[in-house]
């Protein structure tokens, strides 16, 4: 049996401060933390190819089309 896989969630990186691995105005996939998420952070898969948390404030979530959604999941 395999598991349904989960919506994706995307975000625009508005504020890059002392993060060498994040670009602002770039769309990063967003990974699903409740414990992250209850202290005001993200977990994020940044430049490094990695997850890690960062600020909520340094993101704006976005919804994306499906085509942008496919595009994104291939480049990755």
């Known amino acids: ?5 989960t919506e994706q ?5 508005v504020e890059n401060k ?5 670009e602002k105005r770039k769309i990063y996939q967003v990974l699903p933390d409740d414990a992250a998420a ?5 977990r994020v ?3 490094s190819g990695e997850d ?3 600020p909520e404030s340094y993101f704006i979530m976005v919804r994306l089309p499906r085509k ?4 994104m ?3 990755s």
Do not use: H, N, P, R
């Open 1 to 5: 049996m395999t598991q349904e896989q």
């Open 45 to 47: 898969i940044d430049e």
């Open 9 to 13: 969630t995307f975000a625009l990186c």
């Open 38 to 42: 209850k202290d005001g952070y993200l």
């Open 52 to 54: 890690y948390l960062y």
């Open 68 to 71: 942008a959604k496919d595009a």
């Open 18 to 22: 002392d993060c060498d691995d994040l």
């Open 73 to 75: 999941s291939v480049a």
